[in-house]
Nanobody, 121 residues
Framework: QVQLVESGGGLVQAGGSLRLSCAAS????????MRWYRQGPGKQRELVAA???????NYADSVKGRFTISGDNDKNTVYLQMNSLKPEDTAVYYC???????????????WGQGTQVTVSS
């Protein structure tokens, strides 16, 4: 009922930048929070950044000052601008919407399929 599609991953050298996008589709009325998670090789999935509908943001300490999350409520899309990338940022990045209000009710726990980000040293 709700689909999240990420794009923008790829291979970049250390110090470079990438911009990820996550577009939500379906019979969406509103989305209160959208989050980016990542899972590196052999690591647990971790929260990278989150944004609320009113624009409040928070970040993992490891990305503060380098990553910026933003959103477009009209397009149900969230972005993650990643600058000064490091090899340790290498991971699959996932978009998450914990609750999505749709015309038929509420959908919990929507996830995208992930997009690979690889940072070479």
């Amino acid at each position: 009922q709700v689909q999240l599609v990420e794009s923008g991953g790829g291979l970049v050298q250390a110090g470079g930048s990438l911009r990820l996008s996550c577009a939500a589709s379906g019979s969406i009325v509103s989305i209160e929070v959208m989050r980016w998670y990542r899972q590196g090789p052999g690591k647990q999935r971790e929260l990278v950044a989150a944004i609320t509908r009113d624009g409040s943001t928070n970040y993992a300490d490891s990305v503060k000052g380098r990553f910026t999350i933003s959103g477009d409520n009209d397009k149900n899309t969230v972005y993650l601008q990643m600058n000064s990338l490091k090899p340790e940022d290498t991971a699959v990045y996932y978009c998450n919407a914990p609750t999505v209000r749709i015309t038929a009710g509420i959908v919990f726990g929507s996830w995208g399929q992930g997009t690979q980000v690889t940072v070479s040293s």
